[in-house]
């Protein structure tokens, strides 16, 4: 089992920045994939990016170019650096690590608010 804690989050003006943090409670190393999901108001929870356990990320077509994931296994952390964000970039932002065939964990989720 592993507990994930969100921070980060908060309000910031469309074209400005925000890094997000992930803090595992154990070792991330054997997880195979971190990742980061959004869920705007009266919109279904969709990924961000996602990263693997050998460094490998995607994106949602959406973030490309303006969204980095980063995952620190010595920290047991994973990041999520937004720039240039957009008024459509507000939601809550979920950390999520999967490890099939184990059921996924989910963080409580950090509040993005994008707007001027």
């Known amino acids: 089992q592993v507990q994930l804690v969100e921070s980060g989050g908060g309000l910031v003006q469309p074209g400005g920045s925000l890094r997000l943090s992930c803090a595992a409670s154990?070792?991330?190393?054997?997880?195979?994939?971190m990742g980061w999901y959004r869920q705007a108001p009266g919109k279904q929870r969709e990924l961000v990016a996602g990263?693997?356990?050998?460094?490998?990320?995607n994106y949602a077509d959406s973030v490309k170019g303006r969204f980095t994931i980063s995952r620190d296994n010595a920290e047991n952390t994973v990041y999520l650096q937004m720039n240039s964000l957009k008024p459509e970039d507000t939601a809550i932002y979920y950390c999520?690590?999967?490890?099939?065939?184990?059921?996924?964990?989910w963080g409580q989720g950090t509040q993005v608010t994008v707007s001027s």
């Open positions: 990263i693997t356990s050998l460094g490998i990320t």
């Open positions: 154990r070792s991330i190393f054997s997880i195979s994939v």
């Open positions: 999520n690590a999967r490890n099939r065939p184990l059921p996924d964990y």
